[in-house]
Antibody, heavy 117, light 110 residues
Framework: EVQLLESGGGLVQPGGSLRLSCAAS????????MNWVRQAPGKGLEWVSG????????YYADSVKGRYTISRDNSKNTLYLQMNSLRAEDTALYYC??????????WGQGTLVTVSS | QSALTQPASVSGSPGQSITISCTGT?????????VSWYQQHPGKAPKLIIY???RRPSGVSNRFSGSKSGNTASLTISGLQAEDEADYYC??????????FGTGTKVTVL
């Protein structure tokens, strides 16, 4: 059974940093593209970032480019999202998702990031 | 990337069919047969219900079907049931390993 467990969310001040983690199990992590998708409270889904199976290629939404860094450790079956220079508009539930071809096949339960002073 | 446009809400009575539209541009929906749809119940993670415009994952009811014409994709739910009450999001591949989601549609079963 595929499981994705996000962690690392919390309350952070504007301008601060946070690192999210996503522990994967139930599939061969190193062979799949992984992505982060977020959802602001009461709002819709927004694609944030993606990373190739070997970590060699990364992709970002314009709204986070230059501030966020996606990475992975295939030896630990873990996906990461380093978030710097956080803004109030980054407040959201952050989901990690396993990608098959060009769709989000499995989702975690999310970790909440709140940016507020 | 601008979000794909979906109606904010759609409603129907049990047993009826409803259709949710998802309008993008020639750079996303119109360029790729890579539209997917997700169902999200309150407080839950999204769940894949349609991929590659019209394919259903194993275990998803055949009451859900998808189609696409030009820059607009559609999700049809036939034989509407109470359990179908949820938010629905479309998503399109937009090239260079980027994606764009729809604005979301709240489905209400009357």
């Amino acid at each position: 059974e595929v499981q994705l467990l996000e962690s690392g969310g919390g309350l952070v001040q504007p301008g601060g940093s946070l690192r999210l983690s996503c522990a994967a199990s139930g599939f061969t992590f190193s062979t799949y593209v992984m992505n982060w998708v977020r959802q602001a409270p009461g709002k819709g889904l927004e694609w944030v970032s993606g990373i190739s199976n070997d970590g060699g290629s990364t992709y970002y939404a314009d709204s986070v480019k230059g501030r966020y860094t996606i990475s992975r450790d295939n030896s630990k079956n873990t996906l990461y999202l380093q978030m710097n220079s956080l803004r109030a508009e980054d407040t959201a539930l952050y989901y990690c998702a396993k990608v098959s071809l060009r769709y989000f096949e499995y989702w975690g339960q999310g970790t909440l990031v709140t940016v507020s002073s | 990337q601008s979000a794909l446009t979906q109606p904010a809400s759609v409603s129907g009575s049990p047993g009826q069919s409803i259709t949710i539209s998802c309008t993008g541009t020639s750079s996303d929906v119109g360029s790729y047969n890579l539209v997917s749809w997700y169902q999200q119940h309150p407080g839950k993670a999204p769940k894949l219900i349609i991929y590659e415009v019209s394919r259903r994952p194993s275990g998803v009811s055949n009451r859900f079907s998808g189609s696409k014409s030009g820059n607009t994709a559609s999700l049809t739910i036939s034989g509407l049931q109470a359990e179908d009450e949820a938010d629905y999001y479309c998503c399109s591949y937009a090239g260079t390993n980027t994606y764009v989601f729809g604005t979301g549609t709240k489905v209400t079963v009357l």
